[in-house]
């Protein structure tokens, strides 16, 4: 029997058809299943995600007396305390004056239970996976600051450098301040304008 022009048959073995079908459902089932296992896992990491990050209080002090001393220690120039904890920097400005680095004025550090350490203290926020890295502390002038020691508390990032009494830091822009009155109290770094305090280590030049 003759076909139209237009029509096509295909004729296909029976065995041919048995397995397109087979191969078919296959690819529907691992379908499926990919999707299963994609649902299931997006839930599961959801519920494991750990919780966002929480800050905490830090407080970094400033012992600037020297004890029995009547040297003037203070600075009328502005000082800037740079905290860097991992992606996360703070600054604060003070400005310690004589009169604060004073046993008997400013801010008495001994209720800290800090021995002997008198100055400024200043909190400040800590994100709790970033702890602090180091502290830099600078000048914008030439009126000497003179640093007997600094506590810094925060956590797993603390420290503390100096010891009561004995030679400390001078910051300055003036090199020659520690060569005048301070020349017995200064440490071998003399007087820059920027140190950094490093937990864990030492202390550095900017």
Do not use: K
Not at 49 to 75: A, E, H, M, N, V
Not at 155 to 176: A, F, Q
Request: hydrophobic fraction near 30%.
């Amino acid at each position: 029997m003759p076909f139209a022009s237009n029509s096509i048959c295909i004729q296909a073995e029976p065995q041919h058809v048995e397995e397109a079908i087979r191969v078919n459902h296959f690819r529907i089932r691992a379908s499926v299943a990919s999707l299963v296992f994609a649902i299931v896992g997006g839930a599961a990491t959801a519920q494991s995600s750990p919780p966002p990050p929480t800050q905490y209080t830090g407080t970094i002090r400033i012992d600037c007396y020297r004890d029995g001393d009547t040297r003037y220690t203070g600075t009328g120039n502005a000082i800037t305390i740079t905290i860097v904890s991992g992606f996360e920097t703070e600054r604060i400005t003070v400005s310690p004056t004589d009169h604060a680095c004073s046993p008997n004025v400013g801010d008495s550090l001994m209720t800290f239970g800090l021995s002997d350490f008198y100055g400024i203290s200043r909190t400040f926020s800590v994100v709790n996976e970033y702890p602090v890295q180091y502290v830099r502390i600078s000048t914008n002038g030439d009126d000497g600051f003179w640093i007997d020691q600094l506590s810094l508390a925060a956590g797993p990032g603390s420290g503390h450098w100096g010891v009561n009494g004995e030679r400390g830091y001078c910051l300055s822009t003036d090199p020659s301040d520690a060569t005048r009155s301070w020349r017995d109290i200064v440490g071998s770094r003399g007087c820059q304008p920027c140190m950094q305090f490093n937990v864990g280590g030492g202390v550095t030049s900017c």
